[in-house]
């Protein structure tokens, strides 16, 4: 028998009653002690807050956030538009606002010089610390569409060998493969032909290689056999979809949605969109920062955002952007996997020739370079789409880009060179690698004997 048993009753509701005010009391107690933590993580600076912080916000008493920003200041950068002042309508009225962007104004500019140089037909790159979503460089460039969109947020390019991230994000997520595993196949690198995936006999003609080389080589009966004989349609589906095909990306500038769109049921579909022979499958080079930005970022995906802040006419501010996280991808593990694909590319597969003499540079040696390439005609705009999608990790930074170049008919510009240059610069202004001066001129000098 308990002891309250022994308790006259009016003693006995006495002593419930302050048993009750004792659990809350300490409810309380402990309420207060949350939100004392809670609010002591809001007030911190974006300095403080670092990668982990997600989904905390600054408090504004307008209610401002992305989807304001995009509708009313996005819709100025669709339109190749940075003004540094807008007319915010906000609470039934208008707000002259002052515009602070993430952008690096000295890669930007540099960047848009240099594609200026190059004149291709077509050209968008896209620059973004991994880490947060901050863009750092958003260049459009046209030579026959001088008033043409924003290309970096158009999803009319297909996405062509880049959906090879998929399909190998997949296969080493779900631990169906490693970059080891080998593939036995027919066929040449960059032809895809029925019978060879549909026949899985192993002849004089059968190539071995593993994913690690066939990634790096972008081969596409290998990736077209993986992803319907090793990952599955349903799983290819679902990773799609973590990497933002037809899932609207969110942002505070308009970004279209890429989509793909085949036929679980139908294995030669299936084929052609883990190997990106297809131009059913449509993304952004934002999109494409985004997919290198989680694989950089150890499978986590970050909302890009371009808005830094918004301040009134006195300076006081009025919105302050804080990183945001979008999904995880992949896990960590899987994500280390999928560098070793992406630093194979630069250093000995489709993007070795541009990366060449940067992932050999002494400077460099601290500095991890990976990338995978693409390429197919388009349509919208009409001409050869040239991808190259990548990143460069170092002492704890996280890098990502997409460089796109669409060429009617002569090639002027790789996007893998455009990467290059980007990252030598970046790194130079940021990092102060800068090559000795004498070691420049010997390599100069050994490059002109050769010529």
């Known amino acids: 028998m308990t ?3 022994h308790l006259p009753q009016n003693n006995q509701m006495k002593h419930e009653a302050k048993k009750h005010r004792g659990w809350v009391i300490a409810l309380s107690l402990s309420l207060v002690v949350m939100t004392t933590i809670l609010f002591a993580r809001i007030g911190k600076t974006s300095s403080d807050r670092g990668p982990a912080s997600m989904g905390e916000f600054f408090s504004s008493p307008h209610a401002i956030n992305k989807d304001l920003i995009s509708a009313q200041i996005g819709q100025k950068i669709r339109l190749n538009e940075f003004p540094e002042t807008i007319d915010l309508s906000l609470d039934g009225g208008t707000q002259k606002t002052n515009i602070k962007y993430t952008l690096d104004e000295s890669s930007q500019a540099w960047m848009e010089k240099t594609i200026g140089q190059y004149k291709p037909d077509y050209a968008a790159f896209v620059a973004m610390d ?14 026959s569409e001088p008033n043409a969109t924003n290309l970096t947020m158009r999803a009319t390019f297909p996405a062509a060998s880049i959906f090879k991230v998929v399909t190998a994000s997949a296969a080493l997520d779900l631990d169906k493969a490693k970059p080891e595993t080998v593939v036995p196949f027919n066929g040449a690198n960059h032809t895809l032909y029925k019978r060879n995936v549909e026949d899985t006999k192993v002849n004089r003609w059968t190539r071995m290689m593993t994913m690690k080389e066939a990634f790096a080589r972008s081969v596409n009966v290998f990736f077209g056999k993986m992803g319907l004989f090793i990952v599955g349609p349903q799983s290819l589906k679902q990773y799609a979809e973590r990497f933002m095909f037809n899932h609207p990306i969110h942002s505070d500038f308009p970004v279209e949605m890429g989509q793909t769109h ?10 052609q969109a883990a190997s990106g022979f297809t ?17 950089a970022n150890d499978g986590v995906m970050m909302e890009p955002y371009i808005v830094d802040s918004l301040s009134d006419e006195k300076g006081e501010k009025m919105y302050e ?11 960590p593990a899987a994500a280390v996997d999928l560098r070793k694909l992406f630093n194979e590319t630069v250093r000995s597969g489709t993007s ?22 693409g390429s197919l005609t388009g349509l919208n705009p009409a001409g050869k789409c040239d991808w190259f999608v990548g990143y460069a990790r170092y002492n704890g930074e996280r890098i990502a880009v997409a460089g796109l170049t669409v060429n009617e008919k002569k090639w002027k510009v790789k996007s893998s060179m455009l990467a290059n240059l980007f990252f030598t610069h970046y790194l130079k202004e940021e990092m102060a690698l800068q090559p000795p ?15």
């Open 3 to 5: 002891q309250s048993s």
């Open 130 to 143: 991994a880490r947060t979503g901050r863009v750092l460089s958003l260049v459009s460039y046209s030579a």
């Open 262 to 271: 085949f036929d679980p049921a139908d294995p030669w579909s299936v084929v």
């Open 279 to 295: 131009r059913d499958t449509t993304m952004s080079p934002m999109q494409g920062a985004l997919m290198a930005a989680a694989v």
């Open 321 to 331: 952007a804080v990183p945001k996280q979008a999904s995880v991808v992949i896990e």
């Open 352 to 373: 070795r020739k541009s990366f060449r003499k940067t992932v050999r540079h002494r400077s460099y040696d601290e500095v991890e370079f990976g990338g995978k390439t």
């Open 437 to 451: 001066p004498e070691k420049i001129t010997k390599r100069r000098h050994r490059s002109v004997a050769r010529n």
